[in-house]
C-alpha cells in the first residue's frame, strides 16, 4: 500500500531476532509504503518474535531503509467471502464451523463482517452496521445465510475489497471461501485480481471443492488471488481440514509483521514496483516469506 497522509506509525527498534514492545509515535510521511509480512518455517507454521534488523527490503532492485516496524498483535479489519451457491446445500455446516472458529480465534477488538454471495452479492450485517467485534451479532448474521443459486465470486470479492475501504484499522483481511470457478460475475477475474493488488488487503482462499465428487473447481483462481496480496490459498481434503485453515489463517494474522517504508525513488506515473521483502535470521535457512509482490504508485499528471 502507498500513502499519502499523515500516518499515527508504530516504531520498533529491535535487537536481533528479538521484538520489542512498539512505542507509537507520530509522524508525518508522504509516499509512505506499508507491507504486512508473514514468515513460515518448514512445517509452514508462522515465525513470531522476529526483529526489525533481521529484515531486508527491495523496490525495484533498490535496498530501502525501513522507516517503521510492528510485531504486535493489533486489530485487524477482516472479512468472511463465503460461497453460498447451490454447490453449498449440503455442506453448510463447514461454513458455520469455519466462520466460527475464524470469529473464536480473532482479536477481541477486530473488525469483522462477512460477505454471501450466489449470483448476488449480499452482507450478512445490517448495513447501519459496516462491522462488529461482536461475535453474537456475526452468529446471528451467519444464521442467514442460505445456500443456492450460481456462482459471482470476482463480484464478491471486489465489494469485500471495497467494504474494508472503509475501516480505521490499516491491516485489512480478506478470507474467501470457494472453489474459485465463477459463473455469474458482472466483473472479470483481471478486474477483481487489479483491484486486489491496488488495496493493501492480504487475501487467504480456502477451496470447498469436493474432489471426491470430482469437481476440483478452478484451484488456479484461488492461487492467483491469494498470490497478488501476500496471502496463501488452503486446499484441504475434508470439511474438518477446512475447518482447521480457518483457525490457521486466524492465527497467523495475529503472528504477522507490518513493515513500512519511504521509498528511494519519486515516481508518480500510475506504474507498477515490485518488492521483494527478506528474512535473515542466524542459524534458521528454512524461513519462507510472504508478503504483496509490489504496489502501484500514484499518478500525477505533472509527475510531481
Known amino acids: 500500500m502507498r500513502l499519502t497522509s499523515s500516518l499515527l506509525l508504530v516504531v520498533c527498534a529491535a535487537s536481533p531476532g528479538v521484538t520489542q514492545e512498539p512505542e507509537p509515535v507520530f509522524r508525518s510521511e508522504s509516499d509512505l509504503v506499508v507491507l504486512h509480512v508473514n514468515v513460515f518455517d518448514g512445517r509452514s507454521d508462522a515465525v513470531p518474535g522476529l526483529g526489525q534488523n533481521v529484515f531486508r527490503v527491495v523496490d525495484n ?18 472479512g468472511l467471502i463465503l460461497d453460498s451457491s447451490s454447490s453449498m446445500i449440503t455442506r453448510q455446516r463447514l461454513v458455520t464451523a469455519g466462520a466460527t472458529a475464524f470469529v473464536q480465534a480473532s482479536h477481541p477488538e477486530d473488525a469483522l463482517f462477512t460477505i454471501h454471495f450466489n449470483e448476488h452479492v449480499e452482507f450478512g450485517l445490517p448495513p447501519a452496521l459496516p462491522f462488529t467485534s461482536r461475535a453474537t451479532i456475526l452468529q446471528a448474521a451467519m444464521a442467514r445465510y442460505h445456500a443456492g443459486g450460481m456462482t459471482a465470486l470476482y463480484d464478491a470479492v471486489i465489494a469485500g475489497l471495497e467494504h474494508l475501504e472503509r475501516a480505521d484499522s490499516d491491516k485489512r483481511v480478506l478470507v474467501v471461501l470457494s472453489d474459485g470457478e465463477d459463473n455469474a460475475s458482472r466483473q472479470s477475474e483481471r478486474a477483481m485480481l487489479d483491484r486486489a493488488q491496488r488495496s493493501n488487503a492480504i487475501v487467504y482462499t480456502v477451496s470447498n471443492a469436493d474432489r471426491r465428487s470430482g469437481a476440483a473447481g478452478d484451484p488456479a483462481v484461488l492461487r492467483r488471488l491469494a498470490e497478488a496480496t501476500g496471502g496463501i490459498a488452503y486446499f484441504p481434503n475434508s470439511d474438518d481440514q477446512a475447518v482447521e485453515s480457518f483457525e490457521t ?5 495475529r503472528r504477522g509483521y507490518t513493515i513500512g517504508y519511504t521509498p528511494n525513488h519519486a515516481d508518480h506515473d500510475g506504474s507498477f514496483r515490485r518488492v521483494k521483502v527478506a528474512v535473515d535470521v542466524p542459524g534458521r535457512r528454512n524461513l519462507r516469506i510472504r508478503s504483496r509482490p509490489g504496489y502501484w504508485t500514484p499518478y500525477h499528471a505533472d509527475g510531481r
Open 249 to 253: 489463517i486466524a492465527a497467523n494474522i
Open 61 to 78: 532492485d533498490e535496498p530501502q531503509q525501513i522507516t517503521f516496524f510492528t510485531a504486535a498483535d493489533l486489530p485487524v479489519a477482516a
